[in-house]
């Protein structure tokens, strides 16, 4: 059996049995390999029946005194019967439902029951135990549980698995080198796949599980250090005019914070230099990011570079072209906006401009990264809200300009692992202050029978003059759907309880032109209640709406509610947050209560990362890094930093890796980073 082979060649694994495996992502031995169990059951220890404790799962090991035949209770259950004895005490055993356990057990023969204790009264009982008779190998060890698909059981997995390793004719790679190994007591890579399917013992299962972890979380070290190398291998031209970034801000109406003028420093500080600046600035939302990056834009055109900014979607894109005139047309730049669609006379002038350098700053949505748009003298890209595009398009940005300095920008504060892992490859800023005056947001969790307060409540702050959102999730990842709920939706209020009211309505599929129309309507206050998909989700700036109603909330990641959250209070306004849940789950029901708890970013995006997982962390999957198959983000911290100090080890005494010790690794790293350009970054 080698790596390679399908799995129809495991025994036990024909063509239709091949399908459910698939569809777990298993085609070959090596992915059946790779597959590790999520759970295990001990079913190593047998316990005398005295010693039982009630709501435990373990092994009873005895002869079958009595054996009842099957009958039918009054509820229709077929119920088996049989009491055990371990030679001092009797248990009852139970079987709902599988009369075949008659042909299995016999009076007087022994076997071993491995399931949950309950007791009735002074006596216990098992219900639904395994059966292991003359010691066929369901007891006695410690027993892998897979996650599954349907039709396919937790034996056909076990089977598989063990047949495959039991036959298995290939060695495994090692991909660590032997320094890296013995410096960390790490186990053997061939050692720790065999011990994390069938453990011997709990030692050894953690054992394997840190050297699995530890590799995962390496090799995704590795990739960013060689990410980040790759980019600073390149001379940056360092700004000549750093100083007049004072008069702009001494321009701006308002006075900035001391968390954004830290920023500021922080970043001209780096664009001064002739090594290539790679910051992000995290900052909550309302934080006041977009004028920390004018301020670098200011000295990137003062400077004699044009500057980019790039925003995730179009109304974003729209919204900072607008701000970013009013601010830099004073000074006698030139702005311009780029955006998908077709290439019309306007737009082919605006590239025509850009490429001359008539253009001082543009700002646009990620055609900005398309091939037809040549800048004269790029020297500062700008990623706003980057947590919305993958590493690779970042990347993309910052290749327009031959020596630009890269800056991008996410309101997602994320937890510290993961921030180590998304952004390893970058230097952090943080705005940790919001512009004075800013209200909190009250936020209320309700279920659905608040509807018709829900309106009342609108309707009485669109009467003291403010707007309000009401935000319905996407329906399964379809925009058709989503559009289909947002019409739906605004045509039963307008006809019902927002009667009267101007409603309008925003989601991702329509054309560009109407969603502007939509803002700008929305802006000037002539649309009161916006009905909208998530497409507000990011940046949206509309100071007088102090409402927002969320739809189905616990659909959402406490994140993106937050971020939906964001788009109010950011006027002087009270504002209201109200969050619909339609289910009442006792998850569903502590992330609302975050909600409510704290307007805190920090705090909320640690509560997701608890409560949902890493996999479906906010996100996470956007950011074109492989996902995560063993490692916890939220509980493995300590092994994170040994595999970080391992891969900075091995960078900085061989940083391509060429010495013949680390050939599997650098093969190993080509493979899995060659989408995003793993072979340019070890060449
Ligand atoms: P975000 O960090 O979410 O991108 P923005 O940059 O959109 O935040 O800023 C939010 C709002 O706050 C904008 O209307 C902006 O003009 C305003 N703002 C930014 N900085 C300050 C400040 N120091 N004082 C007052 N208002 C500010
Ligand atoms: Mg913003």
Known sequence: MKFNDSIQYVKGIGEKRARLFNKLDIFNVSDLLNYYPRDYEDRSQIKDIDDLIDGETVCIKGTVAQLKRTFKAKNGAKITQAVVSDGKSLITVTWFNSPFVENTLSKGGEFTFFGKVQYKGMFPEMVNPVIDRNNAGKTGKIVPVYPLTANLTQQNLRNAVEFAMNNLEEEFVEILPPEILKKFGLISIGEAISQIHF???FESFIKARKRL???ELFIMQMGIFLLKNTKNNYPAEGFSDIHSVRDFVSGLPYELTNAQKKVINEILNDLKKDVPMNRLVQGDVGSGKTVVAAAAMFSAVKSGFQAAFMAPTEILAKQHYENLVKLFEPWGMTVACLTGGPKTKGKAETLKRIASGEIDIVVGTHALIGDDVQFKNLGLAVTDEQHRFGVRQRASLNEKGKKAHTLVMTATPIPRTLSLILYGDLDVSVIDELPPGRQPIQTFAVGENYRPRIFDFIKKNIQKGRQAYIVCPLVEESDLLSAKSV??????VSKKELKGFSVDVLYGSMKQKEKDAVMERFKAGEIQVLISTTVIEVGVDVPNASVMVIENAERFGLSQLHQLRGRIGRGPFESFCVLVCTTNGEIARERM???CDTNDGFVISEKDL????????FGVRQHGLPELKIADLAGDIDIM???QSAAKEIISADAN?????NRPLRN????KFNDVGGKNILN
């Open 199 to 201: 453990p011997k013992d």
């Open 593 to 595: 209560k975050v909600m």
């Open 487 to 492: 019409i739906e939706y605004a045509e039963n």
């Open 213 to 215: 972890v530890f590799q």
């Open 641 to 643: 930093s040994l595999a």
């Open 657 to 661: 890796l060429s010495m013949p010790q």
């Open 610 to 617: 608890k409560l949902r997982g890493p996999g479906e962390f």
């Open 668 to 671: 190993h790293l080509i493979n």
